[in-house]
């Protein structure tokens, strides 16, 4: 009784089942979490929220606080609840008031108590197993008679008359316990050989829980630098802006000094000549023809410009004006410097690559600044060289790479077929394995109308996304051995990854054909 008291007490409301995950609300009252979910967004589309048991209503939607100790306590009940429904199994034979039964007959089907046992064992030599209610699965359907036997051959429990005329007559058969312990045996090596995958499984998983916290910590520190690094820029750029607005603010106060300085000088000069004007006029209105030509102060210039003015007229020259290259020049050098912090910060060095004409195929076309590969259908002018490519339109770069990290662009016109990527200055000039890809000297990133490939040593991979924009950024960690492609999309995608052990200096390899145009862009 007190049992199904408890039972009904580790009930939810809602699915009338045992909890399961149990919650609890801020009015007390428990559910499984997957119910007062399913009802909190039923709630939610009506516009209030209630607790279902007491109707306790909520302005917005309640939080769930997990019930371990219910929890717990669920799952104590549901471990002891097959022990307690066995104890449910009275004696037959008791009928004045229940007795617990101790054994269950199956010849008999009956259950007995200690004292009821005692008298059976002494009339009859029947099969006693553990109480139990359920008789069908203990005999056999066909004879009705006890199951007492095995028989390997069909895997099939058998009773006496299925081995004397029934259609395992003549087969080898095993008493059960017999044939239960060689079955235990059995599973025993089985277990056994479980268990080492068993432990291989929670080594991989401890090393992947390991690998995900190592990771998390690198993303919790990377997030660290990235924040300093933009809290560096901001620095950065309010002394920058700083910098350039004094620029600004100097020449603006030198050209407004001058201005002030050529004002001043010029209103003296017009007070000078507003003077001279009155003694004019007033000269002018003179009638004693003596006293006007003896006037001594009074100079007429020849051209009607009085010889004491100045000849510059006031006017502002060229040089008195704000020097707009020099704040340019101020602000990109600011920029410049911000850019190159930031790289070291994150110890990246931008190469300035530039193509070796030596090396190029003889179609091939490099532009006058060394950064531009394009095929032509005319074969170009080039001196004899032993390092030129004879057989595949491809360039190598001038200057290899032999050290650190190190990030550049390239962009295609998007028209033809194009390779980029990096090579040993020892890969063969001529024949089948010079090409970029063909041999084990080369890293290849193939770009073409229909998608990308990568190639190494022969060995192709076709990838799975389509090109959405011309620009291409590369990535080369020496010492890692880590070669990396990027298409600069927004987002910016991870093409692919070459991964090796680099034993010579790696020079930029381009590949065009069929009218494509490549440009590197340090």
């Known amino acids: 009784m007190a049992s199904a008291e408890l039972r009904d007490e580790l009930n939810c409301s809602i699915c009338l089942s045992l909890y399961t995950d149990p919650v609890s609300l801020r009015c007390g009252h428990n559910f499984c979490r997957s119910c007062i979910v399913s009802v909190l967004d039923a709630q939610e589309a009506a516009g209030g929220y209630s607790c279902p048991d007491c109707r306790a209503e909520y302005p917005e939607r309640p939080a769930l606080e997990k019930n371990r100790k219910l929890e717990?306590?669920?799952e104590h009940f549901s471990s002891t609840q097959p022990d307690m429904e066995e104890t449910r199994i009275f004696c037959a034979y008791c009928t004045m008031s229940p007795v617990p039964a101790v054994r269950t007959c199956l010849q008999c089907e009956t259950s007995l108590c200690d004292d009821h046992l005692t008298a059976h064992n002494n009339t009859v030599d029947h099969i006693l197993i553990d109480p139990t209610r359920s008789f069908g699965s203990k005999k056999c359907s066909h004879h009705k008679k006890v199951l007492e036997y095995y028989c390997p051959q069909d895997a099939a429990c058998l009773c006496v008359s299925c081995c004397l005329v029934g259609e395992h007559r003549g087969h080898q058969v095993e008493l059960l316990d017999e044939a239960s312990e060689k079955k235990k045996k059995e599973l025993r090596e089985y277990l056994d050989e479980l268990n080492p995958q068993k432990v291989e499984i929670q080594t991989?998983?401890?090393?992947?829980?390991?690998?995900?916290?190592?990771i998390q910590e690198k993303a919790s520190d990377k997030r660290k630098n990235i924040s300093k690094i933009f809290m560096d820029i901001k620095e950065q750029l309010e002394m920058a802006e700083?910098?350039?607005?004094?620029?600004?603010?100097r020449q603006e106060e030198k050209i407004m000094s001058q201005i002030s300085d050529l004002i001043k000088k010029l209103e003296i000069q017009e007070d000078e000549l507003s003077r001279k004007m009155c003694h004019v006029e007033e000269m002018c209105r003179v009638t004693d023809p003596i006293r006007l030509l003896q006037e001594s102060d009074i100079t007429v210039s020849s051209h009607g410009r009085d010889e004491d003015i100045g000849g510059d007229g006031g006017e502002v020259s060229s040089e008195e004006d704000l020097d707009e290259v020099l704040i340019s020049l101020t602000l990109h050098r600011s920029m410049r410097d911000i850019v190159t912090n930031v790289t070291s910060e994150l110890g990246v060095h931008v190469p300035d690559i530039l193509l070796d004409v030596d090396t190029a195929y003889?179609?091939?076309k490099v532009s006058e600044d060394l950064k531009t590969a394009t095929i032509s259908e005319?074969?170009?002018?080039?001196?004899?060289?032993p390092e030129r490519f004879v057989d595949y339109p491809q360039v190598l770069s001038r200057c290899g790479l032999s050290s650190g990290r190190h990030y550049w662009e390239v962009e295609w016109d998007q028209i033809g077929d194009c390779a980029i990527g990096l090579s040993y200055p020892s890969i063969e000039k001529d024949g089948d394995k010079s090409a970029i890809g063909y041999n084990d000297k080369s890293w290849s990133l193939d770009m073409y109308n229909g998608g990308y490939k990568v190639?190494?040593?022969s060995n192709e991979l076709t990838l799975s996304v389509k090109p959405t924009c011309p620009t291409l950024g590369i990535f080369l960690d020496y010492e890692a051995g880590r070669l990396s492609f990027y298409e600069l999309c927004d987002p910016i995608r991870h093409l692919h990854t070459f991964t090796a052990s680099f034993t010579e200096p790696l020079h930029v390899i381009i590949y065009v054909s069929d009218g494509a145009s490549v440009t590197i862009r340090s």
């Open 378 to 385: 005319e074969k170009q002018e080039m001196p004899e060289s």
């Open 362 to 364: 003889e179609c091939v």
């Open 72 to 74: 717990n306590i669920v």
């Open 455 to 457: 190639w190494h040593n």
């Open 242 to 249: 700083k910098k350039v607005l004094s620029e600004v603010s």
């Open 204 to 214: 991989r998983v401890q090393n992947l829980q390991d690998h995900k916290e190592n």
